[in-house]
């Protein structure tokens, strides 16, 4: 099972840029896509982007569509999240999470369709 580590959080004024990391362990790496998620306090976890297993396909929450890019370096075991124009309503928990159906090319947004989670990485986005 894909072991991940988020980094890359911290503290950003509204209409700048951040770049979120996710670090994996463990060769299904490139087997299969990986997505990234937000959750604010009180709230539940949603959707925020996805990859294909290549990094050819992606989706995006139209929340976040022509801000934010999600891409993958299958060499470096790693997916990123590149986010620009951030916004207040941006602030929250950022979690990478790894896709369960391995050699799959479909993308979910369901919390249910991945099977292992980064611990998280925290967000804030101020005036």
């Known amino acids: 099972q894909v072991q991940l580590v988020e980094s890359g959080g911290g503290l950003v004024q509204a209409g700048g840029s951040q770049r979120l990391s996710c670090a994996a362990s463990?060769?299904?790496?490139?087997?299969?896509?990986m997505g990234w998620f937000r959750q604010e306090p009180g709230k539940e976890r949603e959707f925020v982007a996805a990859?294909?297993?290549?990094?050819?396909?992606?989706y995006y929450a139209d929340s976040v569509k022509g801000r934010f890019t999600i891409s993958r370096d299958n060499a470096k075991n790693t997916v990123y999240l590149q986010m620009n124009d951030l916004k207040v309503e941006d602030t929250a928990v950022y979690y990478c999470?790894?896709?369960?159906?391995?050699?799959?090319?479909?993308?979910?947004?369901?919390?249910?369709?991945?099977?292992?989670w980064g611990q998280g990485t925290l967000v804030t986005v101020s005036t």
């Open positions: 999470a790894a896709d369960r159906r391995f050699l799959s090319n479909m993308l979910s947004v369901r919390t249910d369709d991945y099977n292992a």
């Open positions: 463990g060769r299904a790496f490139s087997s299969v896509a």
């Open positions: 990859i294909t297993r290549s990094g050819r396909n992606t």
